[in-house]
């Protein structure tokens, strides 16, 4: 066994193009029935501010679970809205490979998978990037967005301006002013937010852009209206997961058009290049697990 991997040595492994890559294999995988894995059990400790999230799954190769702390109201607090932490172990006797930060890996895994997926149903010449949020998650989808598409302009949008605004200053963005200021004539939108109630609104969503719906995890929060969600082909990580967690999903009674991992696979056919496109992310254990061993099997090399 590994022992613990603290987030430095998970940060000095985990890069994006591999693990791009091992997000989309671990969505078809998902989809194609190959891994064995229970919608996440969340403990609510108290409601809309504090939240405990185990999430165990068994992939080919690794099996594990990961417990995940949600803590919105940290956000208004500067400490990181998720902690977790993943153990990692053999599939074919149980043995313990690891333990290892999964703060990092939850925040970097989230960006992949929507990186994937973007990849996959965003216009190839895109140029334009939203990010509604200002917080790690846009920081992360930022930098996993540009691995697959070439933006020449990245605005941002947060509740708070000031946090908008250093944001900007940090990455070479522009700050908006308002949400529809960030989005109108933006190719490629990220939701990133602690939102109960929608931010984002159809009417102001450039037909054949494609969002990145990541926060409103919560089967009675909201991001997105009724109207973007109604009129867009929408893609979520798990129909079971989407119908159980996911306001967005659920209060707006949107048919889902696919899981990504079926269209990853070829079970689905991509959605047409005329619809709006909305990938609803919930995060998978599938997807800690495929992190988690990419990094061990990285540690394990230079060991």
């Given at each position: 066994m590994l022992g613990y991997l603290d987030e430095a040595s998970v940060r000095a492994v985990l890069e994006w193009d591999p693990l791009i890559d091992a997000m989309e294999a671990a969505l078809r995988d998902f989809s194609s029935g190959k891994v064995l894995q229970p919608v996440r059990?969340?403990?609510?400790?108290e409601e809309g501010r504090r939240y405990l999230g185990v999430m165990p799954a068994v992939a080919e190769g690794a099996m594990g679970v990961k417990l995940v702390s949600f803590y919105p109201a940290?956000?208004?607090?500067?400490?990181?809205t998720h902690h977790a932490t993943i153990v990692l172990m053999r599939p074919d006797d149980g043995e313990p490979m690891a333990a290892m930060d999964g703060t990092l890996v939850t925040e970097m895994r989230t960006a992949a998978v929507s990186a994937a997926v973007t990849r996959r149903l965003a216009r190839p010449g895109a140029r334009v990037l939203a990010l509604i949020g200002s917080g790690v998650q846009a920081s992360a989808h930022l930098a996993a967005l540009k691995r697959v598409r070439d933006f020449e302009e990245t605005r941002v949008w947060s509740k708070t301006p000031e946090r908008a605004q250093r944001f900007a200053a940090e990455h070479g963005a522009i700050a908006a002013d308002d949400v529809r200021a960030a989005v109108e004539g933006a190719n490629v939108i990220v939701t990133a937010t602690n939102a109960q109630e929608p931010v984002l609104r159809g009417e102001w969503v450039k037909s054949g852009a494609h969002v990145n719906a990541i926060g409103a995890a919560r089967p009675n929060w909201r991001e997105l209206d009724d109207e973007l969600l109604l009129t867009s082909a929408l893609v979520v990580d798990s129909r079971e997961a989407a119908l159980k967690e996911s306001g967005d999903v659920i209060l707006s009674g949107a048919l889902i058009y696919a899981?990504?991992?079926e269209i990853f696979s070829g079970a689905k056919a991509t959605p047409?290049?005329?619809?709006?496109?909305v990938f609803k992310s919930l995060g998978l254990a599938g997807e800690d697990i495929a992190a988690a061993r990419l990094v061990y099997d990285r540690v394990a090399r230079r060991a």
């Amino acid at each position: 066994m590994l022992g613990y991997l603290d987030e430095a040595s998970v940060r000095a492994v985990l890069e994006w193009d591999p693990l791009i890559d091992a997000m989309e294999a671990a969505l078809r995988d998902f989809s194609s029935g190959k891994v064995l894995q229970p919608v996440r059990s969340v403990l609510t400790i108290e409601e809309g501010r504090r939240y405990l999230g185990v999430m165990p799954a068994v992939a080919e190769g690794a099996m594990g679970v990961k417990l995940v702390s949600f803590y919105p109201a940290n956000a208004d607090k500067g400490v990181p809205t998720h902690h977790a932490t993943i153990v990692l172990m053999r599939p074919d006797d149980g043995e313990p490979m690891a333990a290892m930060d999964g703060t990092l890996v939850t925040e970097m895994r989230t960006a992949a998978v929507s990186a994937a997926v973007t990849r996959r149903l965003a216009r190839p010449g895109a140029r334009v990037l939203a990010l509604i949020g200002s917080g790690v998650q846009a920081s992360a989808h930022l930098a996993a967005l540009k691995r697959v598409r070439d933006f020449e302009e990245t605005r941002v949008w947060s509740k708070t301006p000031e946090r908008a605004q250093r944001f900007a200053a940090e990455h070479g963005a522009i700050a908006a002013d308002d949400v529809r200021a960030a989005v109108e004539g933006a190719n490629v939108i990220v939701t990133a937010t602690n939102a109960q109630e929608p931010v984002l609104r159809g009417e102001w969503v450039k037909s054949g852009a494609h969002v990145n719906a990541i926060g409103a995890a919560r089967p009675n929060w909201r991001e997105l209206d009724d109207e973007l969600l109604l009129t867009s082909a929408l893609v979520v990580d798990s129909r079971e997961a989407a119908l159980k967690e996911s306001g967005d999903v659920i209060l707006s009674g949107a048919l889902i058009y696919a899981e990504a991992g079926e269209i990853f696979s070829g079970a689905k056919a991509t959605p047409p290049s005329g619809p709006t496109t909305v990938f609803k992310s919930l995060g998978l254990a599938g997807e800690d697990i495929a992190a988690a061993r990419l990094v061990y099997d990285r540690v394990a090399r230079r060991a």
